[in-house]
C-alpha cells in the first residue's frame, strides 16, 4: 500500500475551508484531520508533503476541451499528449472532451476516433462527450447506447449551418431522447442561419478584419439561440447545458429560466471574463488570436457575467480550450476573418486566472472550487470521485501557492501553441505539486507525469438536476 501524507495546508473544497492533513492511500483519499493529529491518529507514510502555507484544493474539472479537433481544414494544435500535460501544469487533473460525430458517419465511428487519438497518451484522466453532426433514427438509438457506456452529454449546435448544425426539428428529438434517457444536452446558443447573412454582407462589403467576426455574431442571436433552445427544453422535458455562453442578454435568459425553476445551465469561459472586443480588434491581423465563436464581447459584459457566476446563474466555467497557432492557422482568415479558426488556447490558465479573481473580490475561496471543480465533477456525472477532497475520493489534489507571483507567457506555458492569449498577465498565484489519482504529475514544478498515466473516465448521468 502506498500512502502520502499532505501536511499543513488549507484544504479548500467548495462546502469547506479547513485546517487538515490528508492522508491518501492506493490513489484515494483515505482521511482528513486537523493539524498536527495525524501522529495521534498513528498515521504514517512513504511520501510527505509540506503544505505550510499553501492550498489543498481539489484538481480541476475541465469540462470543455477540444484536443486535435478538426475545425475550418485543420485541427486543434494540442494533441491529447501536449493538451493535458499542460492542463496538468496549470492544475487540471480532469478533461471531459468532445468527440466528434462527421456529418453522414455513426456516432460510433466518431467515438472510436476519440479512442484512438486519446488512447496511452493522457498525462490526466478525461472523459467524453459527444458533439451530434447528424440527428436521425439511428444515431438517436446510438445515444441510448452511449449514455449507457458513461457517455451522458451530447452537444448540439444551433450555428455552423453545413457543418455542425442541427435545425429545430434535429434539437427537439435529439431534446425527447435526453428526456428519455438521462443524457445531457449541451447547447452552442447563437443563430448560424442568421450569422451566415451578416458574414456575407460583411465580407461584400470589404469588412474582413477579424474585428468583424465579433461584429457579425451579435449577442442578440446569441440571446435569440439561448431562448429558442430553452423553450425546446421545456417542450421536451429535457435538462439544458449552454456552453460558452458570453453574452449578457443570453445570460438573461438564463436567468429568467432559472427563475423558473427549470433545470437550465450555464457555462462561460475565461476568455469572456478576462478579454473582450478590444483584443479582437488589435491591428495586423492580431485579432485573429481572439477568434472563437461565441465571440468575445464588448467588456461592459464581462460585470454581467461576475455577477451570474456569483448567483449561479452560471454554474461552470470551463476552457473551450480549442488552440490553433497564429503561424499557419490563424493565418488561413487573413483577409477573409470567417476563415479563420474558431477556438483559444486556455486549458493551462483556468485555475490561475479564477484564482486571480479570488484576488480581485468577484468570487469566493470555495466559489472559486465550485466552479471549476465540484459543479462541473457533478454536472458530468464524476462527482465525488473528481471535484473535492474526502474519503474514497480519487486523491486529484493541487498544492497552490496563493503567494507565488507569474507572469503568463508564450514564453513558459506549456501548450502547443505559439502565442498566448493572456502574454504579460500577472497572476498572484501559482500550481506548485500536482498529484492525480496520488502520483505526483507535477512536483515541485517539474513535470514528473506521462503520458498514458490519464484513465478513460465512464461517466453517469448529470448530479446537478434541481
Ligand atoms: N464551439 C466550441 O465550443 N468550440 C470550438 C468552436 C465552437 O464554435
Ligand atoms: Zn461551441
Ligand atoms: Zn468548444
Redesign the pocket.
Known amino acids: 500500500m502506498t500512502r502520502t501524507l499532505i501536511r499543513g495546508g488549507l484544504v479548500v473544497t467548495a462546502a469547506d475551508e479547513t485546517h487538515a492533513d490528508v492522508l491518501i492511500e492506493d490513489g484515494r483519499v483515505a482521511a482528513l484531520a486537523a493539524h498536527g493529529s495525524a501522529c495521534a491518529e498513528g498515521w504514517s507514510a512513504e511520501r510527505t508533503i509540506d503544505a505550510t502555507g499553501k492550498y489543498v484544493i481539489p484538481g480541476g474539472v475541465d469540462g470543455?476541451t477540444?484536443m486535435d479537433f478538426p475545425?475550418g481544414g485543420t485541427f486543434s494544435s494540442d494533441t491529447f499528449e501536449t493538451g493535458t500535460r499542460a492542463a496538468a501544469w496549470g492544475g487540471t487533473t480532469t478533461i471531459v472532451d468532445f468527440a466528434v460525430q462527421t456529418k453522414g458517419q455513426a456516432l460510433r465511428e466518431g467515438l472510436d476516433l476519440w479512442h484512438a487519438k486519446s488512447d496511452a497518451q493522457c498525462a490526466i484522466d478525461y472523459g467524453f462527450h459527444m458533439i451530434l453532426s447528424d440527428v436521425n433514427e439511428h444515431t438517436l438509438k446510438e445515444m441510448d447506447l452511449l449514455v449507457a457506456e458513461g457517455i451522458t452529454s451530447f452537444k448540439l449546435f444551433m450555428?455552423y449551418p453545413g457543418v455542425f448544425y442541427s435545425d429545430d426539428g434535429q434539437i427537439l428529438r435529439a431534446m425527447q431522447r435526453a428526456a428519455a434517457n438521462g443524457g445531457l444536452i449541451m447547447m452552442?446558443a447563437e443563430n448560424g442561419i442568421a450569422i451566415d447573412v451578416l458574414v456575407e454582407q460583411a465580407l461584400a462589403a470589404g469588412r474582413t478584419d477579424p474585428r468583424y467576426h465579433g461584429e457579425v455574431r451579435k449577442a442578440l442571436l446569441e440571446a435569440e439561440a439561448t431562448h429558442r433552445a430553452i423553450q425546446l427544453a421545456r417542450v421536451a422535458g429535457a435538462p439544458l447545458y449552454v456552453?460558452?455562453v458570453s453574452a449578457e442578454e443570453a445570460l438573461a435568459e438564463l436567468t429568467a429560466a432559472r427563475d423558473l425553476g427549470l433545470n437550465v445551465f450555464g457555462e462561460t469561459c475565461p476568455q469572456y471574463l478576462f478579454l473582450s472586443t478590444d483584443n479582437l480588434a488589435e491591428p495586423d491581423f492580431e485579432g485573429a488570436k481572439y477568434v472563437c465563436?461565441t465571440p468575445l464581447r464588448p467588456r461592459e459584459h464581462q460585470s454581467a457575467l461576475w455577477r451570474g457566476l456569483r448567483t449561479n446563474d452560471l454554474q461552470v466555467v470551463s476552457t473551450?480550450h480549442?488552440p490553433f497557432c497564429f503561424s499557419g492557422q490563424k493565418e488561413l482568415g487573413r483577409g477573409d476573418f470567417s476563415k479563420i479558426p474558431?477556438?483559444m488556447p486556455g486549458v493551462e490558465h483556468r485555475m490561475d486566472l479564477l484564482h486571480q479573481a479570488v484576488v480581485d473580490g468577484h468570487i469566493s475561496r470555495r466559489r472559486w472550487i465550485e466552479i471549476a471543480c465540484a459543479t462541473p465533477a457533478r454536472m458530468f456525472g464524476l462527482y465525488p470521485r473528481k471535484g473535492t477532497i474526502a474519503p474514497g475520493a480519487d486523491a486529484d489534489i493541487v498544492i497552490y501557492d496563493p503567494h507565488a507571483e507569474q507572469v503568463l507567457s508564450v514564453e513558459t506555458h506549456h501548450m502547443n501553441v505559439d502565442y498566448s492569449a493572456y502574454e504579460g498577465k500577472r497572476i498572484t498565484g501559482r500550481v506548485e505539486t500536482v498529484l492525480s489519482r496520488g502520483e505526483p504529475v507535477i512536483e515541485s514544478r517539474e513535470f514528473t507525469g506521462r503520458a498514458g498515466h490519464g484513465q478513460y473516465l465512464p461517466r453517469g448521468t448529470c448530479q446537478y438536476l434541481i
Open positions: 470543455h477540444h475545425f450555428a452552442h456552453v460558452h465563436s473551450d480549442c474558431n477556438g
